[in-house]
């Protein structure tokens, strides 16, 4: 298939989750290079004024929304604008965008594995996928590095971490396969806002708590998840899947000023790190430029201004989210699909004050130790266990979930 060269026509893209951190990040870099890109589709859930804003600003050919009711209002202010875009709703057509003829790459912006079914058309169809929906490969890794293969995709990582690993990978080098003279993968996290907060005090956190992180700027679920480090669990997992190792060839690092994204350790007893300021333009301008580089907006690092670069171990004591997350691993088969499952739903009653925040990886392990876990399957097996792991979880929460708070 064809992809845009410098001096040639523009990458055309389908940017998923547009209203999204991520989504109106990558619409920020694009925005800088209206000779490079052109967006053809953007997606969301049901955010209609948001994304016909980002239409106005982006002309695209093809406006999706997940919620219908949401559509047929974007369609009237569409169309009360005078813009032309197609409008179109549910969770097909978020699959039918991701594999247009006229889209060439692929923003995976979803948040959960609602991201799955269009991120997986995308590989299908063989475009550049530019993943940033890491729930995608916790949820079906196997089904979707294989897919990614026979559709002749071009998988780029956006999450910083993956990104960072990437791009300290040997020359030459291609997602999926495991790197030549590696010895382990350096994964940094930034230990989230509770990083040094005392277990007790962990209880009776609130959601706008969790919600502040103190580096990165990001949706409300992914900031919850950083807060647990279950972010970590899943990224753990993400690069398992992106780079042909196991967990066991990860090491979590705690890195609290989020300088370095992420390093490689070689066999030579080279570590090959990469560093840059937390802001995911960075990332998303290389997956959408790779293998070029090119202005992304994020001001130049001063070195002179850090004071001092700190590493501790992970705590998995306090935050048991990084030790779920590796049993769910060595449990295989669909164990890491009840794990995102059960994550998302706790998730979700945390963030409507229905569970506290300690109980979060409690009802996370529960879920591992019930629910039936069997091999990997195809598309539609998955979301059935991803379905009943919900279900589970969700009868589980209404007989015991208590509310955060006194
Ligand atoms: P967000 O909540 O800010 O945005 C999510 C987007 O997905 C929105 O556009 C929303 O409309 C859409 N969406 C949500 N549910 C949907 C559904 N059921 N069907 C269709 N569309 C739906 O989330 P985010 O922070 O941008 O994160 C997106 C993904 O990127 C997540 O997988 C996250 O883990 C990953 N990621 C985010 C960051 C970051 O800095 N925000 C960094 C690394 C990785
Ligand atoms: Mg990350």
């Known amino acids: 298939m064809s992809r845009a060269q410098p001096g040639q026509a523009p990458l055309r893209l389908a940017v998923l989750g547009a209203t999204g951190s991520i989504g109106l990040n990558t619409l920020d870099v694009v925005a800088r290079h209206p000779r490079r890109y052109q967006v053809v589709a953007l997606t969301a859930h049901r955010q209609d004024e948001r994304l016909f804003a980002l239409c106005q600003r982006h002309r695209p050919r093809l406006a999706v929304m997940a919620d219908a009711g949401a559509a047929a209002r974007l369609t009237a202010r569409l169309r009360a604008a005078g813009l032309a875009t197609e409008v179109a709703a549910g969770p097909e057509a978020l699959v039918a965008a991701a594999s247009r003829d006229d889209v060439d790459a692929v923003m995976a912006g979803i948040v959960g594995a609602a991201g799955l079914p269009a991120t997986l058309a995308a590989a299908r169809h063989g475009k550049r996928i530019m993943l940033a929906n890491k729930e995608a490969l916790v949820v079906a890794g196997r089904l979707f590095m294989a897919t990614v293969e026979a559709g002749g995709a071009e998988l780029l990582p956006v999450d910083s971490e993956h990104s960072a690993l990437f791009q300290c990978m040997p020359p030459g080098y291609r997602t999926g396969r495991r790197p030549e003279g590696v010895r382990r993968l350096w994964l940094t996290a930034s230990g989230g806002p509770f990083r040094t907060w005392p277990r007790e005090r962990l209880q009776g ?28 669990g899943l990224e753990l997992i993400e690069a398992c899947w992106l780079f042909g190792v196991t967990p066991d060839e990860v090491e979590v690092v705690v890195h609290p000023q989020s300088i370095i994204h992420s390093m490689v350790d070689y066999l030579d007893g080279s570590v090959l790190a990469q560093m840059g300021r937390p802001d995911m333009r960075t990332p998303i ?50 164990a890491t699909v009840v794990l995102n499952a059960a994550n998302e739903v706790a998730v979700e009653a945390f963030l409507d004050g229905r569970l506290a925040f300690t109980d979060i990886p409690r009802l996370i392990e529960a879920a591992l130790e019930t629910c039936p876990a069997g091999p990997a399957q195809d598309l539609d097996g998955l979301l059935a266990v991803d379905a009943e792991a919900r279900a589970r979880v969700r009868d589980h929460l209404g007989q015991g979930g208590r509310r955060h708070g006194p």
């Open 205 to 232: 956190v609130t959601p706008e708590q969790a919600c502040a992180h103190p580096n990165w700027s990001m949706g409300r679920k992914i900031s919850v998840d950083s807060a647990t480090l279950m972010n970590k």
């Open 285 to 334: 301008s290389l997956a959408l430029g790779w293998p070029r580089r090119q202005p992304s907006g994020v001001e130049p690092l001063d070195l002179y201004a850090l004071h001092g670069l700190d590493f501790e171990p992970p705590d998995v004591e306090r935050f048991p989210a990084l030790r779920l997350a590796r049993e769910a691993w060595a449990a295989g088969g669909t």
